[in-house]
């Protein structure tokens, strides 16, 4: 009996698969460990957003629509009102506050006012006329004398500040019906060189020729208006007709020159 040995018996076919199994798993649980499925990173799964925009709009060719602060703004006439305004002296700006459209009517009192009727004198003079024995008669009237004619560009005002929250876009100049604004020259005022030419294009006006709007093009040429940056700048304009200048100070304190997006 002690001679006996032991003789290990045939392996089976499936114990063979549960050792191919065990390695498999193993592997699985090595590459979990050196890379989790949940972690983001520069692959094609996790890719910025913007930057694949960016890459397909390259390789398509197609470019992201600009802004439209970018772009410009086109003159919007409704925003002077549903009504055309009374021919006379007032300046008009008009453009975004925050995310609205405004405008405002700027106008200045004459420094040589119409003089009114006089009052009747406690003494009669030479040239007042007698009065009238006949008690059925009236004391005589003096016949009004016609206004003189108006001075060019006397109700406009000298000068037109613009808030830090106001973004302006359009100007218009409001003349009386017997004047025309024949030019406009507009200048910004620059500390190191004095004055520089901004370009600046008039707009058509459903009300007239006594109606001038101008504003800022993006482009020579374009239609569409840029927002007016700080700074100070001079407004000068030749009437019509007889070739009269007036000079107007414009003070822009906008801080941020985009409008504010609507929520």
Do not use: C
């Not at 009386?176 to 024949?182: A, I, K, S």
Request: glycine share 10%; hydrophobic share 40%; net charge negative.
């Amino acid at each position: 009996m002690s001679d006996l040995q032991r003789v290990p018996g045939p392996r089976l076919p499936l114990g063979r698969h549960l050792d191919v199994v065990a390695f498999g798993l193993i592997v699985v649980v090595g590459v979990l460990i050196a890379k989790p499925w949940g972690e983001t990173g520069p692959g094609p799964g996790n890719a910025d957003p913007s930057s694949a925009g960016a890459s397909a709009a390259a390789s398509t060719g197609v470019v992201a629509a600009p802004t439209p602060f970018e772009a410009g703004y086109l003159l919007d006439q409704a925003v002077f009102g549903p009504f055309e305004p009374n021919p006379e002296w007032s300046v008009w700006p008009g453009g975004i506050f925050v995310t609205v459209l405004y405008v405002t009517r700027e106008t200045e009192v004459s420094a040589t006012a119409s003089p009114g009727p006089s009052a009747p004198s406690a003494t009669p003079s030479a040239a007042s006329p007698a009065p009238s024995a006949d008690p059925g008669e009236s004391p005589s009237t003096p016949v009004p004398q016609p206004a003189a004619s108006p001075e060019a560009a006397a109700g406009w005002p000298a000068s037109i500040v613009i808030g830090p929250g106001d973004h302006l876009l359009w100007l218009g100049l409001d003349t009386p019906l017997e004047w025309t604004v024949r030019e406009v020259l507009v200048w910004r005022r620059n500390e190191d060189s004095g004055r520089v030419s901004v370009p600046v294009v008039e707009l058509a006006s459903q009300w007239g020729p006594h109606f001038t709007i101008i504003g800022i093009p993006v482009a020579p040429g374009s239609d569409r208006l840029a927002i007016w940056p700080m700074g100070t700048y001079d407004l000068e304009a030749t009437l019509g007709p007889d070739g009269s200048r007036r000079t107007i100070r414009i003070e822009i304190e906008t801080l941020d020159p985009e409008p504010t997006p609507a929520p």
